[in-house]
């Protein structure tokens, strides 16, 4: 019977294999197309997200002050050249300023010393992160105008030891002695003693233009006469064809020669040749110079400086305490200091420094006798004449002690 049932079914026909190949193939393809949907369904999502916010930029960081905090206080930087070719004038402008914080107590300024002669703009940005709030110095009219712009945006006023009037202002205030008050004080010296028609023989450049200027406006206000003027380069030849020149331009009453004493002095046989003789006129120059009574043809000369009256026991006191002479210009650095503990006494600690106070009319009084700064910031000296005779130098007429 087995045999009989295999051989009925083998009567059916039998299907054929291609149909069932193709739909299984077909089962299996929608089988994955579902679950490809399925899976998509899951990974879109019904709303697209924000993109991601930029990472925020960092705020600048100032670099942290090499100094510690001072809350008894205030920070005055020193800025001067430490190295270099002036490397010696600024030690001693330093140690000035050092001798008049001992000398006062310092109980108001803490002063910190910058080294210009490495970059006056990196001093200057160095002191500013240290946190002082007045710039002594630069001594170089260059380095004023580096640091200038730095101070002026920091609201940090700058007092120079420059004498160039011409980077003054704006928050800079210039110390020095300019040639220009100089040639003003002794004009009008020379006009109370009568003298009428001046001449000059000046150095080609800067310094030479000014001193010509400055001896016009004097001489004009004063009610004289500017005769003649010569310029000359260099030395030596120059001068004495300039001298030259000069003399065949008319009489002349008195002779300004804008130069230092050493080289003056080769233009005056010159000058003395006219009859009768010029007085002969020096700059502030020749206050720094030695043994001008030495020269004969200088002895009679006028010239204008700061008075010594209160220099003599400052140096005496500087050599005892650095056991050197100071430069003639270290007298800046020690009045700087004492102009900054006077207005530091009105200076509250972390404040701003009063800067409307460098105004005051009235003046103030150091080394160099009185000063006070005008409304362009360039410093009014009161300042003295001297005739030289062969003992040096002798004051006719003294300083003012003060200003209206």
């Not at 107590?105 to 940005?125: E, K, L, P, W």
């Not at 220009?180 to 003693?193: E, K, L, P, Y």
């Not at 004009?220 to 331009?249: C, K, P, W």
């Not at 700087?336 to 006494?345: C, E, F, N, Y």
Request: aromatic share 6%; net charge positive; glycine share 12%.
């Amino acid at each position: 019977m087995g045999n009989q049932v295999m051989a009925s079914l083998s009567h059916y026909p039998q299907a054929s294999p291609e149909p069932v190949r193709r739909a299984g193939a077909l089962a299996l393809k929608l089988a994955g197309l579902a679950l490809i949907a399925v899976a998509m369904a899951g990974c879109v999502p019904r709303s697209r997200p924000a993109p991601p916010l930029p990472e925020p930029e960092p705020e600048p960081v100032a670099p942290p002050s090499r100094l510690p905090p001072d809350e008894t206080r205030n920070r005055v930087a020193v800025l001067v050249p430490l190295s270099g070719s002036n490397a010696a004038v600024g030690q001693s402008i330093l140690n000035a300023a050092n001798l008049a914080l001992f000398d006062t107590g310092g109980q108001r300024i803490r002063i910190t010393a910058y080294d210009t002669g490495s970059g006056a703009a990196a001093a200057a940005n160095e002191a500013l992160t240290d946190g002082n709030g007045l710039i002594l110095g630069p001594l170089l009219a260059e380095d004023v105008r580096a640091v200038a712009p730095i101070a002026r945006r920091a609201q940090v006023p700058v007092i120079a030891f420059s004498n160039d009037v011409s980077v003054a202002g704006d928050g800079v205030y210039v110390m020095g002695f300019n040639p220009g008050q100089t040639t003003d004080r002794v004009v009008a010296f020379a006009r109370s003693r009568g003298v009428q028609r001046f001449g000059a023989l000046l150095p080609t450049g800067v310094y030479g233009q000014r001193v010509g200027q400055a001896l016009t406006s004097a001489v004009e206000a004063a009610g004289g006469q500017v005769a003649g003027m010569e310029s000359y380069g260099g030395t030596g030849t120059g001068l004495i064809d300039a001298a030259t020149r000069l003399n065949g331009q008319g009489r002349f009453d008195a002779v300004l020669i804008a130069d230092g004493a050493q080289i003056a002095v080769q233009a005056v046989p010159i000058v003395h040749q006219a009859s009768p003789q010029p007085r002969i006129l020096g700059t502030e120059r020749w206050a720094t110079e030695a043994n001008l009574g030495s020269h004969v043809g200088l002895r009679g000369a006028w010239f204008a400086a700061p008075s010594d009256v209160n220099y003599g026991p400052f140096r005496t006191r500087y050599r005892a305490r650095y056991n050197r002479d100071p430069f003639r210009l270290a007298s800046l650095g020690y009045d700087s200091v004492l102009l900054a503990q006077r207005i530091a006494a009105n200076w509250p600690i972390g404040r701003r420094f009063p800067a409307t106070a460098l105004r005051d009319r009235t003046g103030f009084v150091g080394v160099d006798g009185a000063f006070r700064f005008g409304p362009d910031g360039v410093a009014e000296h009161a300042l003295e004449v001297r005739e030289v005779n062969a003992n040096g130098p002798t004051v006719v007429s003294p300083a003012p002690r003060g200003f209206e």
